[in-house]
């Protein structure tokens, strides 16, 4: 059989010489890879069937330009994108990103990650990515629905019940949500309410799905705690960001019992340490949509830095990093170990560097990475699709269930994979490894494509 570092070795070779400027979807591509070896070689049907190689390379990428009118009556141009990354297990799934620095790079990393997160959620979704360079900050309510509308012109041509049902991200909130299914429907003549989730509530949305992202990675958190014979309660937990994920991540680890000290946006960080107000943070970014830093002149006995990334400099028990992609690298996990840490979690997508998650590692830091720990918000959109396809709609109380349910077992499954393969401890590699079985053996099975 053939070496298999080597064989990754060639194959993450051939990725960067193929897009050698597409750093994010490099560094994505290689912490996967590196981590399923024992599974390559316990079996080498997935060498022979290429599958590493069918991996990486997406089934579709779809470029396309989005012309909108300002309310001035000046016309813009944007650039739009969809990557359809895999879909042996289900559907395209996966968020539509709104914000300037969207890349090729970035959602082709965002994509490949989207394949093994959704396919943890043990749920039949395969996985895509999307969006545009698009900035809604600043804009009217009338520009951003003016550009949707555009946007979901085009798109509307690849995605489909059956095909391919994005979702938000970063940028693509309620509103967005709306306008993209609204142009949708007009275009369509069809009322396919789960072609798009994050849906509000009247229109066939999921109770939960606000709250899905924070409060998983606060359940499988905690389930990862329990298993260790750590208590959450008493601890303190930094928290990076201040969108939809932090805030309920914030909220969830307060029921908990834990105490948050930090949150931030992209202009610098809050440390608080009585305990972050809640209250006050949702009122500045999720109504007043104002910054971080007006924290402050409710608390004046709390401290306001304009590095955010500096915030993994404080003392804490727990880091949950909640923000944006390689927001926390070496020297910040290494302020982190020496500040006591014992456990970090990725709500957001990739935020660790390969060099911190492997300092964590190293100094003993129970650490799990975005795919498995973020899982919860796409587990509540395929739930979402569900109720869609029947008609049906949950309460809270059953949606919640169904959520820590599956973040739980995404822990378990992580853990006795590791075990099974001979990196016990490695959450990281469980991880991978359990999605890589799901998504190459439903790829074997339905030959080659």
């Known amino acids: 059989m053939a070496d298999m570092n080597k064989y990754v070795n060639n194959v993450l070779e051939m990725v960067v ?105 043990g749920l039949p979704i395969g996985g895509g990515k999307g969006g545009s360079d698009f900035d809604p900050k600043g804009k009217s309510d009338k520009e951003v629905m003016r550009f949707c509308q555009s946007f979901m012109t085009e798109l509307q041509r690849h995605i489909g019940l059956n095909t391919d049902v994005p979702a938000g991200d970063i940028g693509v909130g309620g509103r967005e949500i709306g306008y993209l299914f609204g142009q949708y429907k007009r275009l369509r003549n069809a009322n396919d309410a789960g072609v798009l989730t994050g849906k509000g509530l009247t229109y066939g949305g999921s109770l939960v799905r606000t709250e899905a992202t924070g409060y998983g990675l606060l359940y499988l958190v905690k389930e990862m705690l329990d298993d260790n014979n750590i208590d959450i309660k008493g601890k303190t937990i930094a928290v990076s960001g201040s969108g939809n994920v932090a805030i309920y991540a914030i909220q969830k680890a307060q029921e908990l019992g834990a105490k948050v000290v930090t949150c931030s946006d992209s202009n610098g960080y809050i440390y608080d340490p009585s305990g972050i107000d809640l209250a006050l943070v949702k009122d500045i970014k999720e109504v007043r949509r104002a910054r971080i830093q007006e924290y402050i002149t409710h608390h004046p006995h709390a401290e306001y ?144 494509y």
């Not at 290689?30 to 981590?35: D, Q």
């Not at 992580?414 to 439903?442: P, Q, S």
């Open 305 to 448: 830095h304009e590095d955010p990334f500096s915030e993994w400099n404080v003392k804490c028990d727990i880091a949950l990093p909640c923000a944006t992609q390689n927001e926390l690298d070496l020297a910040s996990a290494a302020a982190l170990v020496k500040n006591g840490v014992i456990a970090v979690a990725e709500g957001a997508n990739m935020p660790s560097s390969l060099e911190a998650i492997q300092y964590f590692q190293e100094h003993g830091v129970l650490f799990i990475q975005a795919k498995a720990a973020n899982a919860g918000g796409v587990a509540v959109s395929a739930l979402e699709m569900c109720q869609n396809s029947a008609r049906l709609e949950w309460d809270f109380e059953a949606v919640d269930q169904k959520l820590k349910n599956i973040m739980t077992s995404i822990y378990h499954q992580a853990k006795t994979n590791a075990k099974k393969y001979g990196v016990e401890g490695d959450l990281v590699a469980g991880a991978n490894i359990t999605a890589f079985l799901k998504v190459a053996d439903a790829m074997i099975a339905q030959g080659n």
């Open 17 to 121: 010489s193929r897009d050698p400027e597409q750093k994010e979807f490099h560094n994505a591509v290689r912490e996967v890879l590196t981590s399923i070896i024992p599974v390559l070689e316990s079996d080498p049907k997935y060498y022979n069937a290429k599958i590493l190689e069918r991996l990486v390379e997406p089934e579709r990428i779809v470029i396309f330009r989005v012309p909108w009118e300002d309310d001035k009556g000046e016309l813009h141009i944007n650039r739009g994108y969809r990557v359809q990354a895999n879909s042996a297990i289900g559907p395209y799934k996966g968020g539509l990103r709104f914000h300037p620095t969207v890349t090729l790079s970035i959602l082709k990393f965002l994509a490949f990650e989207q394949i093994f997160k959704n396919a943890l959620t």
